[in-house]
C-alpha cells in the first residue's frame, strides 16, 4: 500500500525498501533545434530499444523487461513503488535541453496511407487506464526519413473516462517526413509540429486509453510509431556540466507512482543544435 506518511516513507526506505537507478544516454549527434526527440533508439545505459517492431497498427505493449527499458527493481508484490529522487547533467549544451522520464506502455507502428486506419487493439495498453486515472499522451516519431510533410486530418481515441473522443478538427497537426532517421547516437525525433511532443486533445480531455482509428491526408513511405506514454518528471537542465535534481517528496511532492512492469524511457527537448552526453540517477522507493 502507498506511504501514509513522510515517517511511514523513511521507515520504509531505511528497511531496504529503496532503489537507486544510474543511467546514460549519448545522444551525441547534432539533433535539429526545437524539436523534441525519443531516446528510445539512443546507445547508452540501457541500451538502445528496437525500432518500434511489430504488425503495423496492432498496439504492441513494453515493459520493465523490454530492451531499452530501464529495469527498476521487478514488481513489489503488495506494496507499490514511487519515485523519490532524480538527477542528470549535460556533457554539452549553451542553451539548456529539457528532459521528461516517462513510462512507455506501448505503441503502434504506422506507415501513413492517406485513408482511415484503424488500430488493434487486442493487446491495448494496460497501464493509467482504468477507471479514475489520467489516461496517457501519444506521441508521434518516425524511424526513417519518410519524405514530404502530411497532414493528420483526423484521430479518434479512447479518452480517459473510457469516452470516445477527437483530436480537434480544427486543429492542423502537420507530420514533418523530411527528418534524419533514428540511430544509436540520435534518437527518434517527434514528427508533429503542435502540441508539444503531445498529440492534441480535444478540450477537457487529459489524456486517452487507446487510439481508435487515424487519417492523414497523403501516404507516407516509412514507419512511423504512436508511442503511448505517461509523463512521470520533467527536469530542465541548467548548463553543460552543471547538474539539476529534484527531490519529489518535499521539493515537488507528488511521489509520481512507477507501476509494476513501467517501461522506463526519456524525452529530451532540445532548444539548440547540440548533441550530448547525459547522466542521471533515479531513486525509487516502495511501501
Same mark, same amino acid.
Given at each position: 500500500?502507498?506511504?501514509?506518511?513522510?515517517?511511514? =516513507?523513511?521507515?520504509?526506505?531505511?528497511?531496504?525498501?529503496?532503489?537507486?537507478?544510474?543511467?546514460?544516454?549519448?545522444?551525441?549527434?547534432?539533433?535539429?533545434?526545437?524539436?523534441?526527440?525519443?531516446?528510445?533508439?539512443?546507445?547508452?545505459?540501457?541500451?538502445?530499444?528496437?525500432?518500434?517492431?511489430?504488425?503495423?497498427?496492432?498496439?504492441?505493449?513494453?515493459?520493465?523487461?523490454?530492451?531499452?527499458?530501464?529495469?527498476?527493481?521487478?514488481?513489489?508484490? /503488495?506494496?507499490?513503488?514511487?519515485?523519490?529522487?532524480?538527477?542528470?547533467?549535460?556533457? +554539452?549544451? +549553451?542553451?539548456?535541453?529539457?528532459?521528461?522520464?516517462?513510462?512507455?506502455?506501448?505503441?503502434?507502428?504506422?506507415?501513413?496511407?492517406?485513408?482511415?486506419?484503424?488500430?488493434?487493439?487486442?493487446?491495448?495498453?494496460?497501464?493509467?487506464?482504468?477507471?479514475?486515472?489520467?489516461g496517457l499522451q501519444a506521441i508521434l516519431v518516425s524511424t526513417v526519413n519518410n519524405g514530404a510533410t502530411v497532414n493528420?486530418?483526423?484521430?479518434?481515441?479512447?479518452?480517459?473516462?473510457?469516452?470516445?473522443?477527437?483530436?480537434?478538427?480544427?486543429?492542423? $497537426? +502537420?507530420?514533418?517526413? /523530411?527528418? @534524419?532517421?533514428?540511430?544509436?547516437?540520435?534518437?527518434?525525433?517527434?514528427?508533429?509540429? $503542435?502540441?508539444?511532443?503531445?498529440?492534441?486533445?480535444?478540450?477537457?480531455?487529459?489524456?486517452?486509453?487507446?487510439?481508435?482509428?487515424?487519417?492523414?491526408?497523403?501516404?507516407?513511405?516509412?514507419?512511423?510509431?504512436?508511442?503511448? @506514454?505517461?509523463?512521470?518528471?520533467?527536469?530542465?537542465?541548467?548548463?553543460?556540466?552543471?547538474?539539476?535534481?529534484?527531490?519529489?517528496?518535499?521539493?515537488?511532492?507528488?511521489?509520481?507512482?512507477?507501476?509494476?512492469?513501467?517501461?522506463?524511457?526519456?524525452?529530451?527537448?532540445?532548444? $539548440?543544435?547540440?548533441?550530448?552526453?547525459?547522466?542521471?540517477? =533515479?531513486? $525509487?522507493?516502495?511501501?
Open positions: 500500500m502507498p506511504f501514509t506518511s513522510y515517517d511511514n =516513507l523513511i521507515s520504509e526506505m531505511t528497511a531496504g525498501k529503496r532503489l537507486c537507478l544510474p543511467w546514460q544516454k549519448n545522444p551525441t549527434t547534432a539533433p535539429v533545434a526545437a524539436n523534441w526527440y525519443s531516446m528510445w533508439a539512443v546507445g547508452g545505459y540501457p541500451g538502445a530499444g528496437p525500432l518500434f517492431t511489430g504488425t503495423a497498427l496492432q498496439h504492441q505493449r513494453t515493459t520493465d523487461l523490454t530492451t531499452g527499458s530501464l529495469y527498476h527493481g521487478g514488481n513489489k508484490a /503488495a506494496d507499490t513503488k514511487h519515485l523519490v529522487y532524480m538527477n542528470a547533467l549535460a556533457s +554539452a549544451g +549553451a542553451t539548456p535541453p529539457v528532459l521528461m522520464l516517462v513510462d512507455m506502455v506501448g505503441y503502434y507502428p504506422i506507415v501513413l496511407s492517406g485513408a482511415q486506419q484503424v488500430m488493434d487493439n487486442s493487446s491495448g495498453p494496460n497501464r493509467y487506464v482504468s477507471a479514475g486515472e489520467s493528420i486530418s483526423s484521430l479518434n481515441y479512447v479518452d480517459q473516462d473510457g469516452n470516445a473522443g477527437s483530436m480537434p478538427v480544427t486543429t492542423t $497537426v +502537420a507530420v514533418t517526413g /523530411a527528418v @534524419v532517421a533514428p540511430t544509436a547516437t540520435l534518437g527518434c525525433r517527434v514528427v508533429t509540429t $503542435v502540441g508539444g511532443p503531445f498529440i492534441p486533445l480535444a478540450v477537457g480531455d487529459c489524456g486517452i486509453r487507446s487510439i481508435t482509428d487515424v487519417t492523414s491526408s497523403a501516404g507516407m513511405t516509412g514507419l512511423l510509431a504512436f508511442m503511448m @506514454v505517461k509523463p512521470l518528471a520533467t527536469l530542465p537542465l541548467p548548463a553543460a556540466l552543471i547538474p539539476a535534481e529534484r527531490d519529489l517528496v518535499m521539493q515537488i511532492a507528488n511521489l509520481e507512482r512507477v507501476y509494476d512492469g513501467a517501461c522506463l524511457t526519456w524525452m529530451i527537448f532540445f532548444p $539548440v543544435a547540440t548533441g550530448a552526453t547525459f547522466t542521471g540517477q =533515479l531513486d $525509487v522507493a516502495w511501501g
